[in-house]
């Protein structure tokens, strides 16, 4: 089982940059597909990016790619979002989730059923 913690949420205008955080718990952190996800007032929670566990494969939803970057250090069992360009729509709770790679379909192929684990959430808010 593994436990995720997100960190590093915040207020800043558009333009802006923050860096999310997701520290995972257990040891074999590699073995875990990794993935942000986002849901905005109002709104279903959708989909941001996602990690091979080696972290050579990273794919993104369409509406961030270019300025959010999908990462992780298995040294430290933490995962990252490093999110430039803020905009007004990426106002929303950042989620961090985990599903262990055995077994399953290419990460590339993940939705949310893939991800067994889920953190509490980081409150990202953009103004203009």
């Known amino acids: 089982q593994v436990h995720v913690v997100e960190s590093g949420g915040g207020s800043v205008q558009t333009g802006d940059s923050l860096r999310l955080s997701c520290a995972a718990s257990g040891r074999t952190f590699s073995r875990y597909g990794m993935g942000w996800f986002r849901q905005a007032p109002g709104k279903e929670r959708e989909f941001v990016a996602t990690?091979?566990?080696?972290?050579?494969?990273?794919y993104y939803t369409d509406t961030v790619k270019g300025r959010f970057t999908i990462s992780r250090d298995n040294s430290k069992n933490t995962m990252y979002l490093q999110m430039n360009k803020l905009k007004p729509e990426d106002t929303a709770v950042y989620y961090c989730?985990?599903?262990?790679?055995?077994?399953?379909?290419?990460?590339?192929?993940?939705?949310?059923?893939?991800?067994?684990?889920w953190g509490q959430g980081t409150q990202v808010t953009v103004s203009s």
């Open positions: 990690i091979s566990g080696s972290g050579l494969s990273t």
């Open positions: 989730a985990a599903g262990p790679l055995f077994g399953r379909p290419e990460i590339r192929h993940w939705g949310p059923n893939n991800f067994d684990y």
